[in-house]
């Protein structure tokens, strides 16, 4: 549709979102009022009542009651993940999510919300290679960046290797899992050789809403990522469900 037959409301709307995307709105400012913007475009407070919903839909805009419209705060994390900094933060024992948020200069924080034993959903056994129904250890944890919600990442080990160890215990681990594995100290003593991804793009179910606070129409990415060993084992996946609104994912493949 050419820019002179669109409706009234998304002539405002694509006004409004080419400043916001700009900077020149800027996020956490506050919009004017539907009267001051009835007035601006010349228009009514119905059409630009259209407008702000079409923004708040894509996750541009959120309303605070007794407030107003402000320009919704999008703290993106980039993400860089290469196989050096893979080991080099393993070592360091800060996890590549806190280093890529600290090195942006925003505050990251990781919170455990379960450990516990469980029956292996079907995708997460294929990609172990155990028995759909086997059981395994699972890890639910939430990101958070300045506070906001960034993911929820659920960890899949198989119990034969890890019982006894640090991943059954409801805590952080230093160096996080893929130390446990590697420890030459440890009982596994397997070297991860591989990291293997499936994306998956969806809108979120309601509980991930709540969770990850996401706006209406911002679809959610879903990363399996399964991590292989130099032993032929399949030893982690982590199920990542990550709000497609506040991330940046950048791979880096070397080819030999």
Do not use: W
Request: net charge positive.
């Amino acid at each position: 549709m050419a820019e002179k037959d669109l409706p009234p409301y998304r002539k405002i709307a694509d006004e409004l979102r080419a400043l916001i995307l700009s900077g020149r709105l800027r996020a956490g400012e506050k919009l004017k009022s539907e009267n001051e913007l009835k007035d601006q475009y010349a228009t009514t407070r119905v059409t630009v009542r259209k407008a702000l919903a079409l923004l708040k839909a894509d996750g541009l805009l959120i309303s605070e009651q007794g407030r107003g419209v402000f320009v919704r705060p999008r703290p993106n994390v980039q993400m860089l993940t290469t196989g050096a900094n893979f080991r080099q933060r393993r070592d360091t024992g800060v996890s590549n999510f806190n280093a890529e948020a600290a090195a942006q200069g925003l505050r990251p924080e990781q919170r455990i919300l379960s450990v516990e034993t469980v029956s292996a959903p079907a995708d997460v056994a294929s990609r172990l290679e155990v028995a759909e129904g086997s059981e395994v250890i699972l890890r639910r944890r939430a990101f958070f960046v300045n506070d906001e919600p960034m993911q929820l990442v659920d960890g899949y080990y198989p119990v034969d290797l890890f019982a006894g160890t640090e991943v059954t215990q409801n805590r952080k681990i230093r160096g996080g899992v893929s130390r446990v594995i590697e420890d030459p100290e440890g009982s596994i003593k397997q070297r991860i050789t591989q990291f293997v991804e499936d994306l998956e793009i969806r809108m979120p179910t309601p509980s991930e809403t709540d969770s990850l606070r996401i706006p209406p129409g911002v679809p959610l990415a879903r990363v399996l990522r399964t991590a292989h060993t130099s032993a032929g084992r399949k030893v982690e996946v982590l199920d990542s469900r990550v709000p497609c609104d506040r991330h940046v994912f950048r791979y880096v493949i070397d080819i030999p």
